[in-house]
Each structure stands twice: as C-alpha cells, then as structure tokens.
C-alpha cells in the first residue's frame, strides 16, 4: 500500500462514494438507526465510532451485530429489511430537515479536478431521493459528471457491480480511473473493479487492520491529498 499520490493528475476518471465521502451524512444515518429503535422501545448500543465500524460493513454483519446485542428487538422483528426500511423512511426525513455539509476538502478537491477537465462520477449505495435532497444545496456537486445510485444496478456494496456500470457509463470500461471510498464496504467493491482503490479514512473511525483491503492508498481526508498536489497555474 503506497503512502502517497504521487500520479493522481494521470487518471482519466475519478469515481467517488457519497454517504461518508462528499457528503457527512454518516450522523444522520446514526441517528436515524437510533430513532427507529427508540420508536421500537430500544436504545441503539452502539456509540457513532462504534457504529462506523459495524455499519460499513456487509449489511447482515451489521444486522447480525444488532440482533446480537438486542435479542428481544430479533423476537420481535427477526427480517431486518424491515427495520432497515423504517430506518431509511426516518433517514429520508431527517436529511431534509438537517444542513447536510460536505466532508472536509470535498469542495476543493472537485473544484481542482474540474478546472483540470476531469470528469468525476458518484457511485452510490444511496438512491437518486437521498442524492437529490442532498446534492441540490451544493453547487459544487454539479461538476459531477453522472451518478450511479442504487435504482441503476443490482448488487449493492461490496459487489463491484456499481463501479462496473459507471465505467460503462464513463464509456470505457478499460478507462485508466481511480475509486475513492470511506468504508470497508466500498472498498471491497472498489478493488474487485479494474480501478485504482483509494480509502478515506477519518481519524476519528476505529482502527482496522487497513493491510487485509489490498487497496492502493489510504488518506485520512481529501485535505490531506490536496497538500501533496501541485496549484494549478492559470494560463
């Protein structure tokens, strides 16, 4: 795994993650989890670096890590796609209700591809309802070229399903692209497609063993990129 990105300008595409990468709605998802259990008349036993952890991974880790801690919430609602749905009904009124911010260096950092002319896609778990209550309130995110949301393939995270359809999308499924994601999810999918794998990983998430992702980088934050990148020079 290498330290730096020493090529970054060489790529051709940039694909990007939404939830957790550009947009902070990590919390938002934490307290909808938590409202939908207190409506149930349970507290969700898990604090947000804790939830991280759990949350980014296969949905039925997740579930199972849930059902494990709250056996009496599995009695009473043993199929999770059910709580996941009234879960993402709380989700979808919250982000309407919340000023959603970007993540820190988002902003600048597609700012800096789009004076470069590179074109850059979302690919995302989240549906096209989700993207838009959020992507309306930020002008910056109308450099992204398309995105890939949930409606538009078969297999979430971490099938590479997703980054598949965006190459296809991009119009080369050999484009010479680079991925960038914030979970373990992601970055399964990220490095199971042809595309160079970057993990944001804030500090602030709990510590993983980051060697058994077999990713290409690791950054803590898209600020901590644009330190190591040349100003771009106006002709």
Known sequence: MKNRL????????????FDGLIANTEEIH?????EMLKE??????????SYCFWAHQKTEVFANKIYEILPLLKEMEPTWNVLR???QSIYQKLILETTIH???GVEKFLSYLHKLQKPCYVVTNATEQQVIA????????????????REQYSEPKPSPECYIKALKV?????????GFEDSSRGLKALVSSPLTSVLIYPSYYPKIDLTKFNHDYTFCSFD????????????
């Open 6 to 17: 020493d090529h970054l300008l060489n790529f051709e595409a940039y694909f990007f993650d």
């Open 30 to 34: 934490f307290r909808a989890y938590q």
């Open 40 to 49: 149930r008349g349970f507290l969700l036993p898990l604090d947000f670096p």
């Open 85 to 87: 749905e009234e879960k």
């Open 102 to 104: 970007l993540m820190p």
């Open 134 to 149: 959020i992507k309306d309130s930020h002008p910056i995110l109308d450099t992204i070229k398309s995105w890939i949301t």
């Open 170 to 178: 991009h119009g080369n499924i050999n484009a010479k692209g680079i």
């Open 224 to 235: 901590e990129i644009l330190r190591e990148l040349p100003p771009i020079v106006s002709r």
